[in-house]
């Protein structure tokens, strides 16, 4: 998986891959997500290998704070 797409950066630990990104910007995250799952798409079919959908998840984490009303 080292020889990714540049633009793509997974984190690894063990035989554990993911792909994280932040924005304030929900449209720019999902744009930036969509192409990496993409990349990891072509690159997968390239090494004739297969994602374990089982095994496959994605979490959303939001900071947003309300501001507090006077």
Known sequence: IN???AGTKPDRFAD???IAKS???IKVIT???NR???N???????????????KTEYTIIN???EK???
């Open 31 to 33: 744009e930036t997500l």
């Open 16 to 18: 554990d891959t993911q």
């Open 40 to 54: 990891v798409a072509n690159w997968l079919s390239a090494n004739k290998l297969t994602l374990n959908n089982s």
């Open 23 to 25: 924005s304030d910007d």
């Open 3 to 5: 020889d990714l797409n």
């Open 36 to 38: 990496d799952l993409n």
């Open 68 to 70: 507090a009303q006077s």
């Open 63 to 65: 900071w947003f704070q």
